[in-house]
């Protein structure tokens, strides 16, 4: 019975909220719109929530374009994921003289040495191609083609549908492309470390002098939306970092984090005409304006709706075994209501300690998701676990024992047979953790109960959803005769100025 408890009140948590979400879906006397998004010139670009994924604005985003050096994005990433920041970097005949000359670059020499950290502060803040190819060779283990095939590997995980990295510099190459929603995911991963944001958010970094140069290095940041390096026209508040790209092939591209409110955006520009900084300003500023961060469990009611008729229904007054992820947020429209997302229950999850997620929607657009999670609550300290005194207390709090009770816990006779409730509360399970691959396990009379008590709540949900879909239908009725009733009197005005002309 134990192993029927944990399948059961993990799969009760997240059906009961599948239901209460599904059972407030408004019917809607308008559909909530997404408000409209500004006219830029770049041809090609995208603003995405970092916490959420939610794509705020896009404008050709899934078309293909050659990155220049915001590639170094990835580049930076793969070597913070893959290598520690003091190991020294070599650079080889490869790295200087295939990647220097008419270039971005800094000047190193055959066989300098620098720690990982400098040569991604040059790939990062300089844009250095010989960094970026001696910081490829050094992960690769001596092989620039391996550290590229890792880069495609690694773009592959975030989620990438269109990219194809031929370099780690974005040098001209007629196989090297993305698109600006995948340039958005890479840079959604790196923004997640710590590292990353330090060295985009930094405007000026000094190498020391090393094997091959006896003064210093100085880096300057030439992102001009946090740097005045080479001028202040561009710089925005709230800009925190990113990264620039230009060949003659790809024209100038963009990378850029900002962040306001607990909102950060990540903004991709590509194939611009030399307008990426005033078309980020004019995207950032829509943005900033017209969304808001939301927290899910905070305003979440459905949820709780269907959590306090699951406590009353099935456990009585008894802590949760799976809450909502206190952390999870959505992006909406500022004038939203939140009440106003559609929702969705995923179960495709590989985590102990997750039940499921719910992927809420607004306006056909997916703003965010919220994970249920495991509390581990001990199902021992439940009351209706307890024989109780007619004091309210266990026979063991009470400390009153019969006389025969210390001669039956030597010789540990059989307990006394309970009712099913009571033999499933007393052995509530304290964690909620690989539910799902005991049941197996379970005897053909204990999986006969459990699918008996499953099949009965899919069975409410089905009823709910039917509801729902004629609730929906009655709605499109009614649209539909008061449109036709509209029709008839344009009609009948028309056919009486017909009838005026002829007489």
Known sequence: MKKICKIISALTVVLCIAAGCLGSVPVYADDPVWPAGPEISAPNAIVMEASTGAVLYEKNADEKHYPASITKIMTTLLALEKCPLDEIVTFSADAVYKNEGNTSHIARDLNEEMTMEQCLYGVMLESANECAYAVAEHIGGGS???????????????GCTNTHFNNPNGLPDETHVTTCRDMALISREAIKNDTFRTIISTVRYTIPPTNKHDTETPLNNHHRMISSYKGSQYLYDYAIGGKTGYTEAAGHTLV???????????????????????????????????????????????????????????????????????????VLPAAADFQDTQTSVSYDTSSDDVVGSIVYTYAGRQVGTADVITTGADGSVYEFGEKKTPEGLSEEESGTQSDGDSEQEETEP???????????????PEEMSSVFAQFRELTFREKLIAMAILLAIIIVIILIIIMIINNIRREMRRRRRRRNARYKVIQSSQSKNRRRRRR
Do not use: H, W
Request: hydrophobic share 35%; aromatic share 10%.
């Open 256 to 330: 850029t984090y900002a962040e306001k409110d607990g909102m950060l955006l990540i903004c991709v520009i590509m194939n611009s005409a030399n307008t990426q900084y005033e078309d980020t300003r004019t995207l950032f500023d829509y943005c900033f304006e017209n969304f808001q961060v939301r927290n899910v469990s905070q305003n979440e009611t459905r949820f709780d709706a269907a959590q306090q008729e699951s406590r009353t229904s099935l456990f009585g007054d008894i802590e949760p075994f799976a809450k909502l992820d206190e952390e999870a947020l959505v």
């Open 144 to 158: 620039c083609q391996a550290f590229v095939d890792m880069m495609n590997e690694r773009a592959q995980e975030i």
């Open 414 to 428: 059989e307990e006394p047979r309970k009712g099913i409730g009571e033999r499933i509360a007393d052995r509530m």
